[in-house]
């Protein structure tokens, strides 16, 4: 442990500290943004998937109240 505390980190200038600071601030704003719409977007894919599959699964007659020929 004393030869950790002997070694010496270097430290950014100050600038540079800020700018990446404003970058990491970017970065998690993003990153909420995110978070916060894909429940949305997970439902709004739900309800597109439910009418596809209603739309492609429910069979119903060309032309109701009309016989169809059979061959």
Do not use: W
């Not at 404003?22 to 916060?36: E, G, V, W």
């Not at 894919?45 to 492609?56: A, D, I, S, V």
């Amino acid at each position: 442990m004393t030869a950790f505390k002997k070694y010496k980190f270097p430290i950014p200038p100050l600038e540079i500290q800020q700018e990446i600071v404003k970058i990491l601030d970017q970065f998690s704003a993003l990153t909420t943004d995110l978070l916060a719409g894909i429940p949305a977007e997970i439902k709004a894919r739900k309800k597109q998937y439910e009418y596809y599959r209603e739309k492609l699964l429910t069979f119903k007659p060309l032309t109701p109240n009309k016989e169809v020929k059979k061959c």
